[in-house]
């Protein structure tokens, strides 16, 4: 089994379940909703709607992955983004609670896979956040973030161990200037079933400004093919720091041509 990031953890924690083999030229849609919550170092919550439509193309050894989202954010503002791209620009303080909603920061990404034996994968891969998410609704920064990566997958047996390490080049609002973080994930899957896996996956990134945290967060996620051409996965995330959100949830479908 091959196990694959959206949009990135591109959705906080987003695991999609894929078999390593596909046809030539194959093209996967999906779409979903993703909610989360959290205070995020401040006294009021934020609570943040983003459903992703995901294109991904396989060919070869090369996978190419464009992520357009929707984003709506309820909060007393200072948060800003979804996901794994979500930023603390300010305190999120105050009894004022606000709500914005439009288009996000687009994401479009490349990997290769560099080598396949005896049950390892190892995939090298980039990406990049586009200002898309409007700066001033608190939907983006306003800037462009490069990020580069390594993903190794084990499979034995019925069971599937993976793991990603990375560095992102953050693009630094007016005023902030963020740190360039090294994250890093590890995660186990296992197959219940031919068509149904479940499993759960640790998330961490370096913090971004000697005032903020580091990101520190465990997704549980279930995953069943219905055919071979529709998958579902549905899952849960817990944060352990100011960075990550107290709880999130979501679903997400897909479909192959």
Sequence with gaps: MKYVKTGA???AGLLLVATAAHAEGSFTL???????????????????????????????????????P?????????????????VTVGNPAGNRRSTESGLGDIVAGASYTVFESGGWVLDLGG???????????????GKADFTVQADVYR????????G??????????DGIDFRNPVFASIGLAHKVGATTTVGLSYDWR????????????????????FSDQWKAQIYAITGFSDASPDWGSGLIVGRMF
């Design 9 to 11: 953890t591109a959705v």
């Design 30 to 68: 999906s779409s979903g909703l993703d909610f989360s919550s959290g205070k995020y170092g401040g006294t009021q919550k934020t609570d943040t709607v983003y459903v992703p439509v995901i294109g991904k193309y396989e060919t070869g050894d090369w996978t190419f992955r464009l992520t357009v």
């Design 70 to 86: 929707w984003v709506s954010i309820r909060g007393p503002g200072g948060v800003v983004g979804s996901g794994s791209d979500r």
């Design 127 to 141: 990406k990049v956040k586009l200002q898309t998410g409007s700066e001033s609704h608190g939907l983006g920064t």
């Design 155 to 162: 499979s034995i047996g019925p069971a599937s161990l993976f």
């Design 164 to 173: 990603t390490v990375g560095y992102k080049r953050m693009g630094d609002p």
């Design 206 to 225: 370096q913090r971004l400004r000697p005032s903020s945290d580091e990101i520190s967060e465990i997704t549980l996620f279930a995953s069943h093919r």
